[in-house]
């Protein structure tokens, strides 16, 4: 029996703890609160003492203190011990007056501080305040604070003055520095005017940093003039040397990783420069290296320089002072994924400009036909290829589209002999055909802008019904006058023919001639009259 009723106490006094606990559970924690004097922390409240909050213990603080005269705060301060519904604390006086009570539940756990310890120093902080509060109403201080406020304003703005005509001299002489090197260099490219342009815009933001530092320190020194805003410079004060502290040591603590950083690029860019210049002798036709022609040499030297180079960063990366900061890994993930989706064509279009320079089917100066554009290529670029017309119009074709259709080039097989044009004549048979050749090839020996030498020749290209198909070839220096040297042409074969009495023409005969239409054997080797 007696063991059945420990049973049960146990059980009644197990279920009115879990009670206890689910009632301080559900019990919100109330917020400590924080009693200030003269913008100065006094002392923080965090325990209700009978029914009272600490907010509202705060408010009945400040209320006490605003009915007190200037003559009741400079009253002596006093505390002493105090025990009140079993709970330990000190009682704060201001003269015969009873200010505050700060108890041992109000304390932080976490300074370990006693309670005669802790009265101790909010006692140092409350008179403190109190003698500030006193002395901020009383007018030679705030004169004083006034006139040292006048005085640091005044300073504030000479200073700005003086920054903003140095500032402006600097500038001035950077222009006349950029426009004398500019006037040297003549047409050539304006690095004169961007390196000018760059330290303009690098000395107006020194300008706004100045500006804004001296203002900071204006704001600083003015709240301190005054004892009640005295607080407030202090934070501001401690805030800028915080930050420069932080600064300083992360500028220290970067040094060795950007040194590494430094000597990583230079060996990538030495590396770069050395296998540069053994591109370069290849594309001068100084060196030969086997797989490795001198037209794509060029292309060869930026493909390996951007291996180098991407290989020198990748090393490089890790030591920068900013690569394992969250910002700095956000904005790579971010230029990653734009590059990701926006790079599908732009990579078609290098991979084509690739096929093009390592196929060596045109070359800057040579003169091709690509579908219905032809011209002369004008440049060759990593995206599209400018071609210049006939008509002096520059074409620019993507390379993925020259990849994808034939390209004539009728530079590249000629070399010195110069680009090679044709035009197509119909003459009938009875005509000889040695004759012909001789008038087409003298009407292209009068035609300016056609080379001589390798000399101009024609081919039959076929037997038709009625007539003889005949083409004549010459060569040309310069193929962007093809239509001019085409036109001066055709003009000198009319007048060849003309002036030999055979017409340029292709017979067609409704009736049978009664004789055969051929050249008689007299007449085979005959040769063009001299021209009148």
Known sequence: MHRWLQIVRWAVIGGWMVLALAAEAREPAVPEAVFRLANREVVVLRTTIQGATPEIRVRRIEERLRQMSEADLAQPLSRAPLVLDGRKGVVFNLGDRMMFIVYESDLDEELRQGLDEAAAAVEARFGEALAIRIEQGRGPVLLRGILLSVLATGLALLTLWIIQRMMRLVLIRLRARAHGAQQQVGRGVRWAEHIGLLFSRLARLVLAFLWVSVAYLWFIYVLG??????????????????????????????????LTAVVVLFLTKAVNDVVANVFRNVDLGKSVIPGIHADTAKATRRLVGILIWGFGLAVAYPYLPLADSEAFKGLSVMFGFMLTLGSAGIVTQVMSGLVLIYSRALRVGDFVSIGEVMGVVREMGVLSTKVINMRNEEITIPNAVLVGNPIKNYSSAGGERGALISTTVSIGYDTPWRKVHAMLIAAAGETPGLRLEPAPFVMQKGLQDFYVEYELYAYMDRPMERVQVLSALHGNIQDQFNAQGVQIMSPHFVL????????????WCAEPAPPN
């Open 225 to 258: 003039a005054f004892p009640l805003t005295q607080p407030y410079a202090e934070k501001l004060s401690g805030f800028l040397v915080e930050l420069l502290g932080v600064l300083g040591h992360g500028a220290l603590s970067a040094v060795p990783g950007l």
């Open 512 to 523: 049978q001639p009664k004789k055969p239409v051929v050249v008689d054997r007299d007449n």
